[in-house]
């Protein structure tokens, strides 16, 4: 959320607290329970006070929310503040809890085991039961007074839409009419190049003054509603507004081959598709941004030595920097330094921007090694680090190519909604691209990834790239 009526942040800290209120309560409730339960079966425990504040239920006490608040977070339920509903909060907590209450017992509680099966499973049952009530407490009492304001018309949703058409006033009264939670207060219009317009007393902007209008309107969400509006000419507009990090969307009616399989919002009301989100669960984005971190982390601790070893090769076999940069588009189009070991002259681009090719007569020596066995691209773990690319995601490619690119083949605008990853499904099928028509034959299969987005995609694409390192297919 971007308008002035809705903090991600101040959003997401009241569920996290909420969270770890209640689940303290479930749990020290369950410890009352489980002094009983014991007792029946442990003449060693003597009364409640004495097991309450033993050292071990103590630390329990201390460390068990800590850690089932870690799996609430991981499990994506953070990711997106807003635009929960009751339902949904019902289906994820319990999934969540069923986890946890698992984890506890296998974990934590497999020593309270009383030998009889039955009164193991009463266990189970009632540590599950507490957590999840309380925790689905808490958090219907949130989401009902966020639903309550929006109803009150307190909240309003800060909308922008694209267009300025017949089509477009038409979206906007289906919006007011619509059984929705959420109070659309749409802004204005913004015109396209080429569109008719309606003459009304809307606001309407010119299109080159998006950015403009969403900054200082604090727009929350941007709806496309042209009149006529092409695969193409949609790739377009999706290029310029992805850097501006805001939803954008699109009615299903708008009949497009990207609009398949996306995620839809708002089922109670009027449906939307969102454009911005990739075709993965927020608990399976978790899991990879988590092993991003893990795996990149350990690597170049692991392989430190070997890439001091790599450095100095680079310095002694050829004139120029160890470590080679460049500008690269990213997540939402946004730039980034990739960095990778020097495999060419550094006069490589003196005439502009190359791609290689075969052969290629500015590749160092060490520069082709390295690359046949993708050495160079060793240091983009740093990258990773920083979380301008993942392990796996499409190429990331340079702004001159990209707008080459996107003449031939529009789509690729789509991969803008994830990161770019060091690894990717078009490396691993089509490999190294000497010229834009390569390019664009390799951007299917990035597409293709996105469609497919899962972390056993991401696994698959690794083992492929792991195979293709060790044989040395890299070029």
Same mark, same amino acid.
Request: glycine share 6%; with cysteine.
């Given at each position: ?169 038409? /979206?906007? @009264?289906? *919006?007011?009419? #619509?059984?929705?939670?959420? !109070?659309?207060?749409? &802004?204005?219009?913004?015109?396209? +190049? ?69 995620? /839809?919002? @708002?089922? *109670?009301?009027? #449906?939307?598709?969102?454009? !911005?989100?990739?075709? &993965?669960?927020?608990?399976?984005? +978790? ?189």
């Amino acid at each position: 959320m971007q308008g002035i009526n809705f903090n991600n942040s101040t959003q997401r800290a009241k569920y996290i607290i909420m969270d770890y209120f209640m689940v303290n309560i479930a749990f020290a409730l369950f410890n009352i329970f489980r002094f009983y339960f014991l007792h029946i079966y442990q003449v060693s425990v003597y009364a409640l006070w004495h097991f309450i504040f033993s050292e071990k239920i103590v630390l329990e006490q201390i460390f068990v929310p800590i850690c089932i608040s870690l799996i609430y977070g991981i499990s994506g339920y953070y990711n997106r503040p807003y635009g929960k509903s009751r339902v949904s909060e019902l289906a994820t907590t319990l999934k969540s809890t069923a986890f946890i209450t698992l984890a506890l017992y296998f974990g934590l509680l497999i020593n309270d085991s009383t030998g009889l099966r039955i009164r193991d499973y009463e266990l189970i049952v009632v540590v599950f039961v507490l957590l999840f009530c309380f925790t689905y407490l808490g958090r219907w009492i949130i989401t009902s007074l966020t639903i309550m304001h929006l109803r009150a018309r307190r909240w309003k949703y800060i909308t922008l839409v694209i267009g300025n058409s017949k089509e477009s006033r038409e /979206l906007c @009264d289906k *919006l007011k009419k #619509s059984g929705s939670a959420w !109070t659309y207060d749409v &802004i204005g219009y913004i015109s396209l +190049n080429g569109e008719p317009g309606i003459e009304d007393n809307a606001t309407v902007w010119d299109w080159e003054e998006v950015e403009k209008v969403c900054s200082e309107n604090n727009v929350d969400q941007i709806i496309i509603a042209p009149g006529k509006l092409r695969d193409k000419r949609l790739m377009t507009i999706l290029e310029r507004l992805f850097p501006l990090r805001i939803p954008v969307k699109i009615s299903p009616d708008t009949i497009s081959y990207i609009t398949g399989d996306l995620h /839809l919002d @708002d089922i *109670l009301g009027m #449906s939307f598709i969102d454009l !911005t989100l990739p075709r &993965i669960s927020e608990f399976e984005k +978790n899991v990879k941004r988590l092993t991003d971190i893990t795996v990149s982390l350990l690597t170049m601790i692991i392989l430190a030595p070997i890439l001091a070893v790599i450095a100095l090769t680079v310095k002694l076999t050829s004139r120029g920097p160890v470590i080679y940069s460049q500008q690269r588009m990213g997540k939402d189009h946004i730039p980034f330094k990739i960095y990778k070991f020097r495999s060419m002259r550094t006069d490589a681009e003196s005439g502009g921007p190359m791609l290689s090719s075969d052969n290629d007569p500015r590749v160092t020596p060490w520069g082709r090694f390295m690359r046949k066995y993708r050495i160079d691209e060793l240091p983009q773990f740093w990258n990773v680090l920083r979380g301008d690319m993942s392990l796996v995601g499409p190429r990331p490619e340079r702004e001159y190519f990209i707008e080459q690119i996107l003449k031939k083949a529009p789509y690729y605008a789509l991969i803008f909604q994830v990161r770019p990853g060091v690894t990717s499904w078009g490396m691993v099928k089509y490999g190294y691209a000497s010229d834009v028509e390569q390019m664009v034959a390799r951007s299917r299969y990035d597409l293709l990834y996105i469609n497919n987005m899962s972390l056993g995609t991401d696994l698959k694409i690794i083992i492929h790239t792991i195979r293709t390192v060790l044989l040395g297919k890299g070029v």
